[in-house]
């Protein structure tokens, strides 16, 4: 049983050493020996490879054998790379916009120069042309500038302001997880973006219900405001000497008021005096008596003191 499991263990070690070797050849097959001017850098992509290169991978999976996969790098200024030739077996690869792209910036960053697009295709069939896009699955060892996928078919040639602006906006790379369905399917990779305009009716219903709050918040306030005035004032009427005694002021007679009826508008008065006499019943008149002689009765009298004088009396 042990000896079972070294045997599979073996096997699988060894499938994974076979397939290590098997894509370190593949992907040193797939190479160039161009380098482009320091000014063109920005022409590569995230990983640092060279529109040349890119152009490598991208060509490779159209070949029986990767290993010709290359790209050479031009013998002198103003060359150019030569159009696909007819009847060939990676004709879908070569007569896509995107290898036409990438092959003419790989010669532009080498001081070389471009077929228009017209003459690139001329030996391609209607199958073979690949407008805005490329017909395979892009090699996982690699990433396709998002400005190779530009439309040449107007311009009928390869222009590198236009990438350029495209770099600058940073619009993300193509790998293998970008399917090519999602490609092949718009118009254009990066259309303008577009936005539906809002419906009009539940914004103005929500401005409306917003403002409608907005009042009745303002009325219940206002309302409340109101009669919380109304109330303090008749709670000052009903009880007039609730400031007073809240105050704590000792009150004399200086001004103050003392009293609560004084607060009220009114004089304090002090209480009303009495003074009277004992009556003594007349005598028949004696001349000879002088006490019978006729005298004034004396009638009770009442009398208020003055106005802020005191009376004598304790007040309370």
């Not at 790379?81 to 007569?95: E, F, N």
């Not at 295709?121 to 400005?147: L, R």
């Not at 007679?253 to 006499?277: L, N, Q, W």
Request: aromatic share 10%; proline share 8%.
């Amino acid at each position: 049983m042990t000896l079972a499991y070294e045997q599979i263990y073996q096997y699988f070690t060894f499938l994974i050493i076979l397939f290590t070797c098997t894509t370190t050849a593949s992907v040193g097959a797939q190479s160039t020996n161009a380098t482009c001017e320091p000014s063109f850098d920005w022409m590569s992509n995230s990983r640092g490879q060279n529109p040349c290169l890119v152009t490598a991978y991208l060509h490779g999976p159209c070949l029986t054998d990767p290993a010709r996969a290359t790209v050479s790098r031009l013998s002198a200024p103003g060359h150019f790379y030569i159009a696909p030739k007819s009847g060939r077996s990676d004709g879908r690869c070569r007569c896509s916009t995107v290898y036409y792209s990438l092959l003419a910036a790989c010669a532009i960053c080498q001081n070389g120069r471009s077929l228009p697009w017209s003459t690139w295709t001329t030996n391609c069939t209607a199958d073979e042309v690949y407008n805005e896009g490329y017909p395979e699955t892009i090699p996982p060892e690699t990433a396709v500038p998002s400005w190779a996928y530009l439309d040449v078919s107007h311009t009928n040639n390869f222009n590198a302001t236009a990438a350029l602006v495209e770099k600058l906006a940073n619009h993300p790379e193509i790998t293998s997880q970008t399917t090519m369905e999602s490609l092949s399917s718009s118009p254009s990779l990066f259309p303008a973006a577009t936005s539906k305009p809002a419906s009009s009716g539940p914004i103005i219903r929500g401005l409306i219900g917003g403002l409608g709050g907005l009042a009745v918040s303002v009325v219940v306030a206002l309302f409340g405001w109101r009669w919380h005035q109304r109330r303090r004032v008749s709670t000052s009427v009903l009880d007039p000497t609730r400031d007073l005694e809240s105050s704590g002021n000792d009150v004399h007679d200086s001004g103050v008021c003392k009293r609560a009826s004084r607060c009220m508008g009114f004089e304090h008065t002090a209480p009303i005096t009495e003074t009277t006499v004992t009556y003594v019943p007349n005598r028949l008149y004696d001349p000879n008596d002088p006490s019978t002689y006729p005298v004034a009765n004396k009638v009770a009298r009442y009398s208020l003191p003055a106005p802020h004088q005191y009376s004598g009396s304790p007040e309370v």
